[in-house]
């Protein structure tokens, strides 16, 4: 019985790797085999843009929606930020320069377009 319940375990961890690698989480019920609920972040949405040094405002704008940060589009669109600026965002300029107080917001945007100009 020992034996199924590690193998159960693992079956499951193998399960939440795979989705970890696919950009997913899933909250899994330890107590049973069956998945409770999945989510999939934000920053994983497939949105199609141009490489990010080639995104416009309004291309910005739809990250922002993507991310759920659609608050924040009117100061970008004011500031007509493009996809050249945001390699060079830090998280104080998006706290004082744009408004962004939510550190959680911050680090959002800012993995996001790291992992976006990694590609």
């Known amino acids: 019985m020992a034996d199924k319940l590690a193998l159960s375990e693992a079956a499951r961890d193998v399960a939440e790797a795979k989705l970890e690698v696919l950009g997913e989480s899933a909250f899994v019920d330890r107590t049973s085999s069956q998945q409770v609920e999945s989510v999939k972040p934000a920053t994983t949405a497939k949105i199609f843009l141009p490489e990010m040094s080639e995104m416009s405002v309004e291309d910005v704008c739809r990250v922002l929606e993507e991310l ?14 493009t996809g050249e600026h945001l390699p060079h965002f830090t998280d104080e300029m998006l706290k004082n320069d744009f408004g962004v107080e939510k550190s959680f917001h911050r680090l959002k945007l800012l993995k996001w377009i790291e992992k976006t100009n990694d590609q």
Not at 68 to 81: I, T
């Open 68 to 81: 759920k940060l659609s608050q924040y589009k009117k100061v970008f669109y004011d500031e007509a930020v």
